[in-house]
């Protein structure tokens, strides 16, 4: 066992850390302006993306990487740490070409791409040239059960036919969203295995049919990319648009899932260590009653729990990506299940405590608080809600326990000899 | 001990709820439409106060109306219950000119003012034809101590000239506002009593000097009528203008704090009332894994919880209404802090389990419940931060156990005799 | 509506208190030494209770004592506030008859008894002569689900033969304890409903075949009355010992149980006091670090929000004895497992503060501390534990939504008319 | 990194189970039953530690054993999850001479201890054949901040003379306590130091002056080695029983804490993982209301935060231990308090889950969950409070704070450039 960082990981944290003070943050500012009037900053994150690409600090996620693609192919276990640190500026991932859902898309098109769509739709994703989506959580259904989806994607001779309606589509305002990853329900027989009936296609937003309906906002809050509601109506793709084959839509799905949940929870750490940042520099700052709010004991717990909890979060993850490492997505996928919970239930409960701590001005757009805050209440959501998550832990744990059933009784110390 | 509402109370309840459901649901979305277009939904609201005028739903908040002013005067019990229905649509209380933070304008205007401070500011209030703000938090002090605050009232002959930044002004971009309270320190000694340096003026919006610098969205969210960061910048206002006296102005703040902090709980609870209806209905449609979520053991759980922190707060709010009723606002005091850390804590807890029942429909606008989490969250701020109002709770206890010193000593069992 | 006690009521709490203070707090130390030397304190207990029986303060709790029976009939909201002194010191409720389990089997004697019954049994715990039990949960059934109870309770000719193992059975070690009353399957069938097929019957304690197995200490803690563990193996009572009807058993249970949890209810709010006023008293003696601990914001919000949360358990706990009063025990239900619920979450929550204010003392015999936390444990199981009180609001509150279905959706606000 | 264990622990690990299945686990019962009784279960003790003493299974605790010393030295890092092992029967640490306080005092004895007193009390620890005590805290005074403690150690010739009262003196019933470590006060002026006015000295228990007042149950639970309260009473031990130097009894004990903490945090990982196996049995074999209490939402819901709450802990353990290997027990003392109150924490909100499951049962002595919950909460004060060592990360945050004062700032998002 081994709790510190390889000299190579360190070194990476290093030149990312010295990228984001030297270049990112400073545009910080520009950046939330230009968001806030209604505008995707796109000039600046092309500037930056250029001088990370330069710098080698691109795709850092892929660890399936090859020679003739862009970018520094990590392991699991050693882009989380760059991952926190990407998080402290949520707007920063897409400078690393590291950002959520492309990372996904990649991935999967690395995985089930067939070598036009690759050439087609993963080429200019890797280098940064496009962006994209993936549809799959629906209004009208209870999506936290993937076997409800209501989208169909039928086979009609050579093409797809797409009708249905998605929203948290992230990322569909985008300037440069090409395509959406839909995932439908090809069969629509209900006497079939319920984890066999979807597909997933492949669809262009110039695909005639295709209509962003709305942008949705996140508890108020605008992403300038969009979290959108999108209309399928008879929306025709070629059956070349299939990813991987009919019916095999969760498999894709759950392949998708294990890495980006890992990002997703290294970049709440991260925003979690800048909430307790903020809260400790404010604590310091501020005077009630005579006393600086930092001397109040009541703060003093909320700064130590929030470490406490931080600390314990971040190994768990760790722990998480590296048996990903080790053994593969699918043998992780409970582990994956409790950072997933964790993360999310830690970053409302730490944000919330900064807020507390800054006053009236944590609820204001002037710091990350607000943002943070609400995005995390989304995270309780965003690849499955909390209680989800919990059912499959609890089932894996009754699994085991059926598994040795009856050996806990052992310990048991009964009173007396049942005659 | 009697725990019923009186028959009168139960008549304005069923008139009240009639009104709401005949006139004010109705209206719901097209308020709502309206003020996401950005602009203030006034004709619809002018047409719902006449009718409510014209019923006599009107100024139910203020027990001291005189008979040549409009509306039913009641008890802070009797309007207690009423508050809690209006709060279910928050909007509405307008409708009834029950909004604060008018309600407690007039209040202090009534109980402060000068015959022509009445005529020129009340009479318009008390007929719904002006509306009206109160300026005391600050963005550059801990305002949770108001002996902090900073902008400065002073005496320049016969006017006092305004000097600071106020924000979280409620209502300051209503259309009909015409006037803010504003607290400031008038004496600028620093080896005088904290207490007594603070005053109030009414200063009208269209002095010269004063700006609406920004509206401040509390958690993403623009309130069509404000909470804007106002600047006063050498704001001259007539002596006349004086509210009360000089240095009283904790005094009158103290004063207009407890029937508005019962206002806001039982509108809290009408809102966790809603939230819970909504988590019901929620539960019992959706279906996951073969069960419907009204099924689930946690959810249940939540419905449970939900029931019982709503009665118990309903009843602590009422007490402390009673309380007011009987002994004065003053008596109450410790009483009215602890229902506003009560309410505020439950309405996050409660909508927040409504919205983990809607799933991500629950982020978004189309639920009222987005708005009411994040209302909640600022409620444990508005009129002070929860950890204040328990540190006064906590004094009053200890200041009590204090008299009775040592009495629980008896209670203590010592093993033997010490020697 | 009314707060206030009424002037009844308070001139019994000046009485009861004034009895306590002088009588019954003087006698807890030795009551402690001699239940901690293993003897049941019996002389100094007869002693108090000749005296409360003199006073009047005697079967406090019966409303339905007729006037040939001793003792001053109350209502329960009459009654409730006189229990909550009396919980203080919980051994103190023999001293005024209106101890449990007694006060149940009073009660449902009277309603159900026979003249005979009401002769041998009822009489002598009326004049506290005698004292009996109760035995339902059983070591071997999760008794949470009464349909689960398994003791058999068979008509044999002229007598009930009784087998079965009933655990927690409180008093069976009293000296005075007289008979129990047992609840069992009298019909065996599994095809008919498992509501009906339960009934009760008293058993004295020296029937043969009565075995009282053990005492079982609770967390540790052996009650000087115990809560036995008692063995019925053939045990024959006469049928004339039938209480009720023949499977009537759950109804008779559910008419025991509504006044016996406000007794309980009250009884933890009296010791949540008392947990209050003993962390106050000590919060403000110790000093760490250079400052009182009642100095610490921590240890300020532990008091504040005890004393919201006692507050609010106290009104609706008296609420809910109102209720029964005006509309009978049945329409409590549901409130009645609300405050059971909220009584024993309270009672470890708030003891668990005072004794962490304690430090290692609160562990310890020499203060009250660890018995009441102990005490407040098995109060969430004792009449049923608290997901299945949970439970049963969950479902009331399903029941009710049902019926108003769909009305919460009248306050969505949907962002466009679906076509 | 690496998460996995070494194959030196592996094989220890397996090496320990099978001893603890093979010869513990049997013997369980008897342990119990004669510790019921009130005798201590030496002989069943010192059988097992023979066997554990040939298998080399012996004194795994202590890195720094000589060689001439006997046992198996092992990193903290490599003892943990041994000490995890052990903690699942919490008597069978001494089988493996693993038990605390005597783990403690060998550490201390090994680094502070004079050649003569190795031989004469170090030796016979390492090798089983005594046991020992230490005593710090005092029932008078708030010892959570130790230099409150009273108890003199005064230099009288070539004696010291201790006076004074402690209690929680863990062990001192043990038939074979010979002597315990007594912390004082050796300098009574009060214009010094505080933190240098405190020694240790060893205390034989025969020492004329000593004595065992009581047994303290720690809430209602009689440890059959006893937490006494011991009064020492002008006893007078030879100077050359001076632990190390005058006035260095803080430090020393800071030593001593480290190490003890992480093996207290494992065993309560080993508890906390069997109670988890017994709610896990239980729930799977419990039926109300036609279902598995497994197949509930809300026993789930507690399954998996067991799981996902132990594992985090777990990592956070190790990570403690491997830093004090890497960095020595001071560096890791702000992480060892971090892993203390993370532990006493969740010890007692496991168990208290699991107690909920079994229903009453869990209540009684016939489950180990009592005894887990009492000694749980008793580990919220063993070793210092929550508050004192949350205060102790809240202070090592703050410092961190200090030194980049500010640099959060830059994270700030301000509306507008202030004039």
């Avoid at 993306?49 to 399936?64: C, S, V």
């Avoid at 629906?138 to 999506?143: K, R």
């Avoid at 006053?359 to 805050?373: Q, S, V």
């Avoid at 959501?381 to 326990?401: M, N, S, W, Y």
Wanted: some cysteine.
């Amino acid at each position: 066992m081994e709790f510190g960082y390889s000299d190579k990981v360190e070194a990476l944290r290093t030149r990312l850390n010295a990228f984001m003070e030297a270049h990112v943050l400073p545009a910080n500012i520009a950046w939330h302006r230009e968001a806030q009037e209604g505008r995707y900053p796109l000039g600046l994150i092309d500037r930056l993306k250029a001088k990370a690409y330069g710098e080698g600090l691109w795709n850092l996620f892929l660890p399936m990487l090859r020679e003739d693609e862009p970018g520094t192919p990590l392991t699991n276990l050693e882009y989380a740490p760059l991952a926190e640190i990407m998080g402290r500026i949520p707007w920063s991932a897409e400078v690393f070409n590291c950002n959520a859902p492309d990372t996904g898309n990649m991935e999967i098109l690395h995985m089930f791409g067939t070598p036009a769509q690759k050439a087609q739709w993963l080429a200019p994703l890797l280098d940064g040239s496009i962006r994209s989506c993936v549809g799959i959580t629906e209004p009208d259904t209870a999506s936290s059960d993937p076997t409800n989806l209501q989208t169909t994607i039928l086979r009609d001779g050579d093409h797809y036919v797409v009708n249905g309606r998605k929203w948290f589509t992230t990322g569909a305002k985008h300037p440069n969203a090409r395509f959406v990853i839909v995932m439908g329900l090809s069969d629509t027989r209900t006497d079939v295995d319920p984890h066999a009936r979807h597909t997933m296609v492949i669809v262009p937003f110039d695909t005639p049919g295709v209509r962003i309906v709305r942008d949705v906002p996140i508890m108020h809050h605008h992403a300038p990319e969009g979290h959108c509601e999108v209309l399928f109506r008879d929306v025709r793709v070629p059956a070349l648009n299939l990813l991987g084959e009919e019916g095999r839509g969760f498999a894709i799905a759950q392949a998708r899932l294990g890495p980006g949940r890992v990002h997703h929870c290294m970049r709440t750490i991260g925003q979690c260590e800048l909430a307790l940042e903020l809260m400790l520099d404010r604590a310091m700052e501020r005077q009630t009653f005579g006393r600086h709010l930092s001397d109040y004991a009541n703060i003093q717990d909320w700064i130590a729990e929030s470490r406490i909890e931080i600390d314990q979060l971040r190994l768990q993850v760790l722990r998480a990506a590296w048996l990903m490492d080790r053994q593969g997505n699918q043998a992780a996928r409970v582990e994956v299940s409790a950072i997933k919970v964790g993360a999310a239930r830690l970053q409302t409960r730490v944000v919330d405590r900064a807020m507390q701590v800054f006053g009236a001005m944590g609820l204001t757009p002037d710091t990350p608080l607000a943002f943070l805050w609400t995005w995390g209440r989304a995270l309780r959501f965003i690849d499955g809600p909390d209680e989800v998550h919990l059912r499959t832990i609890a089932r894996d744990e009754l699994k085991k326990a059926k598994a040795r059933r009856g050996t806990s009784l052992a310990y048991l110390v009964p009173p007396y000899e049942h005659p």
